[in-house]
C-alpha cells in the first residue's frame, strides 16, 4: 500500500496508509480507497473528514478541503468573540470556520452558516450540528434572515481570492476535485470580497467585526473594499501559517 502510494506521488505515504486504514471497513474497501486516492482524488476526499483546530470536519467528493492556514482566521476570531456572541460563517463551505469558532467560544453562541453551494451545506449542516448551528442556502447576505439584520458580531469569511488566471497554477488536487466556485475570484480574485464588504456593514451589531481572508499581495485592495463599506479596517498576519486577514468593524 505505502509503494504504490508512493510512486502516486505520496509524499506521507506511511501516514496516508494508517489514515486509509483506519477509515476502510474491509480489504475490498480499502483497495478502493487507496485506488481512489493513488488517482489523486484528495486524501480528506477519501477518508470523509479534515483536521481543522483539532476537530475532525466532514468533507466529500466535490467540497472544498478547509486549508491550515484558515485556522489563524479562527484564532483572531475567538480573541475579538464572548460566549454569547451572533456568529456567521459566510461562503461556509463545510462550516468549517463557524464550527471551530463555536467549539472554541462555547455553548452559548449562536451559530449561522450560510452558501451557495446545496453540497456543501450537505457537509455544513453535519459540522455545525453539535454546536446548534443554523444553516442557510443562498448568494451571500440573501440567504440570510431578516432576523439577522444588525445582530451578527463575528462575519466569518474565507471566499475564493484566486485570480481566475491563476486557477490553472493551483495544485491538481484543488484543480480537479474542488468546486471551481470555492476557488475563482474572478479577475483580480476579489469580486467577492468586495461584494461581501459592501453588504456587511447592515448585518453587523454595533462592534461587530468582519474578518476575511486573503493572501498578502491583495490585501491592500480587500482593506479599501471594506474601509470603502464605511468599516474601521487592520490587517492581521501570521507567519507561521502564511495567513492573512482584513478585519473590518463596524462603529459602535
Same mark, same amino acid.
Given at each position: 500500500?505505502?509503494?504504490? =502510494?508512493?510512486?502516486?506521488?505520496?509524499?506521507?505515504?506511511?501516514?496516508?496508509a494508517e489514515l486509509l486504514t483506519a477509515a476502510?471497513? $474491509?480489504?475490498?474497501?480499502?483497495?478502493?480507497?487507496?485506488? *481512489?486516492?493513488?488517482?489523486?482524488?484528495?486524501?480528506?476526499?477519501?477518508?470523509?473528514?479534515?483536521?481543522?483546530?483539532?476537530? &475532525?470536519?466532514?468533507?466529500?467528493?466535490?467540497?472544498?478541503?478547509?486549508?491550515?492556514?484558515?485556522?489563524?482566521?479562527?484564532?483572531? #476570531?475567538?480573541?475579538?468573540?464572548?460566549?454569547?456572541?451572533?456568529?456567521? $460563517?459566510?461562503?461556509?463551505?463545510?462550516?468549517?470556520?463557524?464550527? #471551530?469558532?463555536?467549539?472554541? =467560544?462555547?455553548?452559548?453562541?449562536?451559530?449561522?452558516?450560510? $452558501?451557495?453551494?446545496?453540497?456543501a451545506l450537505e457537509y455544513a449542516r453535519l459540522?455545525?450540528?453539535?454546536?446548534?448551528?443554523?444553516?442557510?442556502?443562498?448568494?451571500?447576505?440573501?440567504?440570510?434572515?431578516?432576523?439577522?439584520?444588525? *445582530?451578527?458580531?463575528?462575519? =466569518?469569511?474565507?471566499?475564493?481570492?484566486?485570480?481566475?488566471?491563476?486557477?490553472?497554477?493551483?495544485?491538481?488536487?484543488? &484543480?480537479?476535485?474542488?468546486?471551481?466556485?470555492?476557488?475563482?475570484?474572478?479577475?483580480?480574485?476579489?469580486?467577492?470580497?468586495?461584494?461581501?464588504?459592501?453588504?456587511? =456593514?447592515?448585518?453587523?451589531?454595533?462592534?461587530?467585526?468582519?474578518?476575511?481572508?486573503?493572501?498578502?499581495?491583495?490585501?491592500? *485592495?480587500?482593506?479599501?473594499?471594506?474601509?470603502?463599506?464605511?468599516?474601521?479596517? &487592520?490587517?492581521?498576519?501570521?507567519?507561521?501559517?502564511?495567513?492573512?486577514?482584513?478585519?473590518?468593524? *463596524?462603529a459602535a
Amino acid at each position: 500500500m505505502v509503494e504504490t =502510494l508512493r510512486a502516486a506521488g505520496c509524499v506521507f505515504a506511511e501516514e496516508e496508509a494508517e489514515l486509509l486504514t483506519a477509515a476502510a471497513e $474491509d480489504e475490498a474497501h480499502l483497495a478502493d480507497l487507496v485506488a *481512489r486516492r493513488a488517482a489523486g482524488e484528495p486524501l480528506e476526499h477519501v477518508v470523509g473528514w479534515a483536521e481543522f483546530c483539532g476537530l &475532525r470536519m466532514r468533507v466529500g467528493a466535490g467540497a472544498f478541503v478547509p486549508r491550515r492556514r484558515t485556522e489563524f482566521l479562527v484564532h483572531e #476570531a475567538v480573541s475579538l468573540g464572548r460566549p454569547d456572541a451572533v456568529v456567521l $460563517d459566510l461562503c461556509c463551505g463545510v462550516g468549517a470556520l463557524g464550527a #471551530a469558532v463555536a467549539a472554541q =467560544l462555547g455553548a452559548r453562541v449562536e451559530l449561522h452558516a450560510a $452558501d451557495i453551494d446545496p453540497a456543501a451545506l450537505e457537509y455544513a449542516r453535519l459540522n455545525v450540528a453539535p454546536y446548534g448551528g443554523r444553516v442557510h442556502e443562498g448568494d451571500l447576505y440573501a440567504a440570510l434572515p431578516d432576523s439577522l439584520r444588525g *445582530r451578527v458580531d463575528l462575519l =466569518l469569511v474565507n471566499a475564493p481570492y484566486v485570480p481566475s488566471e491563476e486557477i490553472g497554477l493551483l495544485p491538481a488536487e484543488a &484543480r480537479e476535485h474542488e468546486p471551481l466556485t470555492s476557488l475563482d475570484g474572478g479577475p483580480d480574485g476579489l469580486d467577492i470580497h468586495r461584494r461581501v464588504a459592501a453588504g456587511a =456593514l447592515p448585518w453587523l451589531a454595533p462592534g461587530g467585526r468582519l474578518l476575511i481572508e486573503t493572501s498578502a499581495r491583495q490585501s491592500p *485592495r480587500t482593506a479599501s473594499a471594506l474601509s470603502a463599506a464605511g468599516l474601521a479596517v &487592520r490587517a492581521a498576519t501570521s507567519e507561521e501559517l502564511y495567513a492573512t486577514l482584513a478585519i473590518g468593524t *463596524r462603529a459602535a
